[in-house]
């Protein structure tokens, strides 16, 4: 092009492009990027925090980690270019991705010490976030011990994300830990916030206590939403009070917050657990008028609910529901049935269903 049309004249976006499709080659060697690079600077376009930023997020797109780490550290030696906090944060979320935490660290360490880049409160929290997830609660405690060692105050976010984590495990008393230390930091707690603590200390079974939060929430001026109400009920379920958590659903809707699909799933499956079939039935002709997915759990257990009444023909009613509704999977829809009726054949012989 610049031999045959000597007007045309490259500007910086268009080697960014050439540079983005480098970075494109599976290249072990890197040598068409070298090549995009050397061509930019012959053309009076030196790399710049621009330039770092696309190979970063090229590479690690295409899961090259480890070249991009390789580049990053070139670029900062021959032209003395670092990556600006968000291309750095995006390469430290891809390692946390595909990578194990040990190589995470060495490489944080090693842009430290050769660049001189530090983690912000950004990389803290996907750290932490990346440690919760693979419920390490402890790396995640010591992360939040380093952050605040740097002179970092963790936000919001940050206590969500640890406190996720315990309810994650279960640990309802550990959640509320981190619900007081947030107050204690003068950390205001969000809708985000007190949606996890209700969950986790449903999840524990101290739905007393979650539901003490409902007031405290409101407040706050947080109005309690779907998710709030199905985790209250999901907790009475657990506790063997479906009932509690039918009559929920109506103080639910008189505050005009509309349940989801989640919140009939939820409901369904506490009530056929209970044995409250009439009421499970009532709760799934709503579910059927209103064309929603039942869920795994909640199609397997109202199966069974029908089958041990004797209600076989409603059972191949909700199994051909599902189908339509696209509820599940062939399969999956076709396997759960039929472990249901040879369920049933074994119970019948025991005298545990009609």
Not at 174 to 188: D, I, W
Not at 285 to 293: E, H, L, P, Y
Request: include cysteine; hydrophobic fraction near 40%.
């Amino acid at each position: 092009m610049l031999k045959t049309l000597p007007s045309f004249s490259p500007d910086r976006s268009t080697f960014h492009i050439l540079l983005s499709f480098s970075c494109r080659s599976p290249d072990a060697a890197l040598s068409t990027v070298h090549q995009a690079l050397n061509l930019m600077a012959y053309h009076g376009f030196p790399p710049d925090r621009a330039t770092v930023d696309i190979a970063i997020r090229v590479l690690c797109s295409a899961r090259r980690e480890e070249h991009a780490l390789e580049l990053v550290k070139e670029l900062y030696s021959k032209h003395s270019v670092t990556p600006d906090s968000i291309a750095y944060n995006f390469l430290v979320k891809h390692l946390c991705k595909n990578r194990s935490m040990a190589m995470v660290y060495d490489v944080i360490g090693e842009i430290r010490d050769v660049i001189g880049l530090k983690p912000d409160l950004v990389t803290y929290t996907i750290l932490i976030d990346n440690v919760c997830n693979s419920k390490n609660l402890r790396e995640a405690t010591r992360l939040l011990s380093e952050l605040g060692q740097n002179g970092f105050k963790p936000d919001c976010y940050v206590y969500n994300t640890i406190m996720k984590g315990y309810c994650m495990l279960s640990q309802g008393s550990e959640a509320l830990r981190v619900y007081k230390k947030m107050k204690q930091e003068g950390v205001e707690p969000d809708l985000v916030t007190y949606n996890t603590l209700i969950f986790g200390l449903s999840k524990s079974c101290r739905v007393k206590e979650a539901k003490k939060f409902l007031d405290i929430m409101e407040e706050a001026g947080h109005s309690p939403d779907e998710v709030t109400y199905t985790s209250l009920m999901n907790g009475m379920c657990r506790e063997g009070d479906a009932l509690r958590a039918f009559r929920l659903l109506a103080e639910m809707e008189a505050k005009g917050c509309t349940p989801n699909s989640c919140t009939y799933n939820t409901l369904l499956h506490g009530l056929c657990k209970a044995r409250l079939l009439d009421k499970g039935l009532e709760l799934y002709a709503v579910m059927k008028a209103g064309v929603m997915k039942l869920e795994m759990a909640s199609y397997a257990t109202f199966l069974r609910a029908l089958c041990r009444e004797g209600r076989v023909a409603e059972a191949y009613e909700v199994f051909d529901y599902a189908m339509e509704s696209k509820s599940l999977t062939d399969v999956a829809a076709y396997s759960t049935l039929e472990s249901t009726l040879k369920w049933l054949k074994k119970a019948k012989e025991q005298g545990l269903a009609v």
